[in-house]
């Protein structure tokens, strides 16, 4: 398995942007698909956006589209996500997961089997 790890969450008004950052160790990288899920206090974990192994691909929730953009650099092992215009319904803890078979129709849980531990967004209205 692959071992994720992120970064880059914090505090942020209304309006404003974040860019989260995912480090893999462990197997290779650039053989997963990988997706970004977030979950709010009280609710399940839900998909937000993924990308395939190349970064030929990319997928987005609909809350997210037009916001938010997926990357990955598989030369740093890294997965990013760039949060603009970010809402106060944005607030979650936001996971980033890995799989060798990315269902591009409906991205859920269960599709990943690695996943790091969270960082906190908390956007303030």
């Known amino acids: 398995q692959v071992q994720l790890v992120e970064s880059g969450g914090g505090l942020v008004q209304a309006g404003g942007s974040l860019r989260l950052s995912c480090a893999a160790s462990?197997?290779?990288?650039?053989?997963?698909?990988m997706g970004w899920f977030r979950q709010a206090p009280g609710k399940e974990r839900v998909f937000v956006a993924a990308i395939s192994w190349g970064g030929g691909g990319t997928y987005y929730a609909d809350s997210v589209k037009g916001r938010f953009t997926i990357s990955r650099d598989n030369a740093k092992n890294t997965l990013y996500l760039q949060m603009n215009s970010l809402k106060p319904e944005d607030t979650a803890v936001y996971y980033c997961a890995a799989t060798l078979s990315l269902n591009t129709a409906t991205p859920s849980t269960a599709d990943f089997g690695s996943w790091g531990q969270g960082t906190q967004v908390t956007v303030s209205s």
């Open positions: 462990g197997r290779t990288f650039s053989s997963y698909d």
